[in-house]
């Protein structure tokens, strides 16, 4: 079982940038694949970014190539998605998610997720 909490949404203006953060209970976060999610109002939830176990395997949205950045540090038990040149269609609730399982795969499904945090909101404003 592991506990997650987001940090790091806000307010921003079109063209900034926000670090999320994502603090994960327990000691064997770094058995864990990890996933970032959103879903805006109105519309289903969808993945963003995902990073495997070791930090080696990553997946982005089309929609965030170039612009967001996945990462994690398994010492601190906490995942990062770095988000730079905001647009106003990223604005949405962030959800991490975790999976046990130390693989090269990457996992992109809501279904495939066990453990979901509370969400933090983002908005960009235009």
Known sequence: QVQLVESGGG???????????CAASGRTFSAYAMGWFRQAPGKEREI??????SGRSTYYADSVKG???ISR????????LQMNSLKPEDTAVYYCAARP???TLVVTTTQ????WGQGTQVTVSS
């Open 112 to 115: 495939e997720y066990d453990f």
């Open 48 to 53: 963003v970014a995902a990073i495997n176990w």
């Open 67 to 69: 612009r967001f950045t």
């Open 11 to 21: 307010l921003v203006q079109t063209g900034g940038s926000l670090r999320l953060s």
């Open 101 to 103: 399982g130390r693989t």
């Open 73 to 80: 540090d398994n010492a601190k038990n906490t995942v990062y």
